[in-house]
């Protein structure tokens, strides 16, 4: 359970408008990791039932990228889990009482196959804007330079929304042109059970897995529900 005491949570929430993103290393218990790694596995490998209400991308070679909505898709498992690990109070710490969760996803790169994602703001893939909205990206496994970690590019969440140029391919979307804009990747590798957390605004993409070793992740976005004009396809509380 990620513990945090009264100034962590403000050096979270000031490093968080500073650096834009914060890694918080060790934070969800083995135990955890688990069963929400075996849950992810099990609902990826119903190739029957998989595209009922969990969205799923597919590699080229057919082996499953991405699946989405999985805390609105079975909430009994997800809710409970959490609040188990402090991901909820965590959000609740730093976006108030009426913070929800609007996404949820898991994404695999299988070892050998699995392709890059493109620099990219979150918020420019988003059809509304959700201003302090924050991305909580927990490592179920080790994600290493090999196998595509994470790339930060330091800075960029200072620039507001930055033009999305290059066009997207059969299975991504648009994209940063970062050599115009001058923007360097930070490389952030991260063991199973770490934590990254990232404003709206943070540009980050990730290598393709050239490992023989998979990487598997997943993604939740926290909102503030009061925040005026708001609306989400998907809300739920934690």
């Known amino acids: 359970m990620i513990a945090l005491a009264g100034d962590m949570e403000l050096s979270l929430s000031d490093a968080l408008e500073d650096q834009g993103y914060v890694v918080l290393r060790g934070a969800v218990a083995r135990e955890d990791l688990a069963q929400a790694h075996d849950w992810i596995v099990g609902a990826a490998s119903k190739a029957t039932t998989i595209a009922e209400g969990l969205q799923p ?3 080229a070679d057919g082996a499953v990228r991405k699946i989405r909505r999985l805390a609105f898709h079975d909430p009994v498992f997800w809710v409970p889990w959490i609040r188990r690990t402090g991901l909820a109070r965590l959000a609740k710490s730093l976006l108030g009482p009426n913070r929800v969760l609007i996404l949820h996803a898991s994404f695999k790169k299988p070892a050998r196959v699995g392709t890059s ?3 990219h703001q979150d918020q420019a893939l988003w059809d509304t804007p959700y201003p302090g909205a924050i991305t909580a990206w927990v490592a179920l496994e080790d994600a290493t330079p090999e196998n595509g ?3 930060m590019y330091p800075g960029s969440h200072k620039c507001g929304l930055i033009p999305h140029n290059i066009e997207k391919s059969e299975r991504t979307h648009k994209a940063i042109d970062v050599a115009s804009e001058g923007m360097t990747a930070e490389v952030v590798p991260m063991m199973a059970g770490d934590i990254i957390l990232w404003h709206r605004y943070m540009a ?6 050239v490992s023989a070793k998979g990487r598997m992740a997943m993604v939740m976005v ?4 009061c925040t005026p004009g708001f609306q989400a396809y998907d809300e739920l509380i934690v």
């Open 222 to 225: 926290f909102a503030d529900a």
């Open 204 to 209: 980050h993409s990730s290598g393709p897995n």
């Open 149 to 151: 970690c994470l790339e």
């Open 57 to 59: 991308e597919f590699e």
């Open 117 to 119: 994602v493109v620099p």
